[in-house]
């Protein structure tokens, strides 16, 4: 039985950086090539440079190292987003059209394609959102990730090939900065609170997001990717969910550790695109697909993100 070689895309982003050492683990070191568009000097020896819209270095680099899944994470999110919509729409469907066509010409086995709760809009019911509702994102970001499942259905349906992909929410992680999205306020807020600095806070004390804890969020991408192909129905992306809380709810989890945490709200042009996503979904079709469940509540995450940013910033009271 051959070797699975995975080629991770966008593999330094907030997903990608946690990602790639649990595939590391999962499928051995030299199994696992790891690219972004910009690697930094400290990081050459464990990634790659790779341009994801470059169709011939993409397929050189696949036939090179004989990869049999990609993992296609390089993307503008949702906030940077808005400030460049042109170029956010270019790049995430130009690096998604390459990633399917070199799958499709070489033959590989899977790919992963992330989306996202920002394909919801206006339309969608704001709690306890299903699965296959209406689609009218408000946001660049949100419409190419919509298109990208379109896209990811019509591959399964014509050629034939395996793409999977979740919906994810808000995730929370200590390993790296926010990077741009909306729901980023949730791990900036950890950093300040650990660091005895007050946080300012662009969404409003009550604007509820779906979330999830970063560990939770690769076991759900390794459990998705790793499961029979007999058992995944959605060919679009599955919904995925763990918790649904407001900023009001992680300050009052955060003060159980950090009583004298100040944070005011001063709300941007986040809030809107907050406000229109739903503020809970439903996953029921990746809970009897595939058996998803979330295994962190709030104050797991709080306790483990507090833990964590302590060291990481060598703070030992």
């Given at each position: 039985?051959?070797e699975?070689?995975?080629l991770?895309t966008g593999a330094g982003?907030?997903l990608?950086t946690?990602?790639?050492k649990a ?9 696992v090539?790891a690219?972004?568009l910009f690697?930094?000097?400290e ?5 790659l ?6 169709i ?6 696949v036939?090179e190292?004989e990869v049999t899944?990609?993992y296609h ?5 949702s906030?940077?987003g808005?400030?460049?919509p042109l170029?956010?729409?270019n790049?995430?469907?130009?690096s998604f059209?390459t990633i399917?066509?070199v ?5 590989l086995?899977?790919?992963?394609f ?8 206006t339309k969608?019911p704001?709690?306890?959102t299903?699965q ?9 970001y949100g ?11 019509y591959?399964f349906i014509k050629y ?10 808000g995730?929370i992680?200590?390993?790296s900065?926010?990077?741009g999205?909306?729901?980023?306020y ?7 609170a650990?660091?005895?600095e007050p ?8 604007t509820?997001l779906p979330?999830i804890?970063?560990?939770d969020?690769v076991?759900?991408?390794l ?5 029979p192909?007999?058992?995944i129905?959605?060919r679009?992306s599955y919904n ?6 407001t900023?009001?709810?992680v ?10 945490f100040?944070v005011t ?5 986040r809030?809107?695109?907050a406000r ?5 979904i439903?996953?029921t079709q990746?809970r ?6 979330p295994r962190?509540l709030?104050?797991d995450i709080t ?9 990481k910033?060598n703070?030992h009271a």
């Amino acid at each position: 039985m051959k070797e699975d070689k995975v080629l991770v895309t966008g593999a330094g982003g907030q997903l990608g950086t946690v990602l790639v050492k649990a595939l590391r683990k999962l499928k051995g070191t030299k199994n696992v090539i790891a690219t972004d568009l910009f690697v930094k000097p400290e990081q050459q020896d464990l990634m790659l440079p790779l341009d994801a819209t470059d169709i011939e270095a993409v397929a050189q680099l696949v036939v090179e190292r004989e990869v049999t899944q990609i993992y296609h994470l390089a993307a503008i999110l949702s906030a940077q987003g808005e400030k460049q919509p042109l170029k956010t729409w270019n790049i995430n469907l130009k690096s998604f059209f390459t990633i399917l066509e070199v799958a499709r010409r070489h033959r590989l086995d899977k790919v992963f394609f992330p989306s996202s709760i920002a394909v919801f809009g206006t339309k969608a019911p704001k709690k306890h959102t299903q699965q296959d509702i209406f689609l009218n994102p408000t946001t660049v970001y949100g419409m190419s990730k919509a298109a990208g499942e379109h896209w990811a259905n019509y591959y399964f349906i014509k050629y034939g090939l395996d793409v999977r992909s979740l919906r994810y929410p808000g995730i929370i992680g200590h390993q790296s900065l926010p990077g741009g999205g909306t729901t980023d306020y949730a791990v900036d807020i950890y950093h300040r609170a650990v660091n005895n600095e007050p946080f300012i806070c662009y969404l409003k004390a009550d604007t509820a997001l779906p979330m999830i804890f970063m560990e939770d969020a690769v076991r759900a991408t390794l459990e998705l990717m790793e499961v029979p192909e007999y058992q995944i129905r959605t060919r679009t992306s599955y919904n995925l969910s763990a918790l649904s809380i407001t900023p009001a709810e992680v300050v009052k989890s955060i003060k159980k550790w950090y009583p004298s945490f100040e944070v005011t709200y001063k709300e941007d042009f986040r809030e809107a695109i907050a406000r229109s996503w739903p503020s809970s979904i439903l996953d029921t079709q990746a809970r009897e697909d595939w058996g998803w469940k979330p295994r962190y509540l709030l104050d797991d995450i709080t306790i483990e993100m507090i833990n964590e940013l302590k060291k990481k910033y060598n703070l030992h009271a």
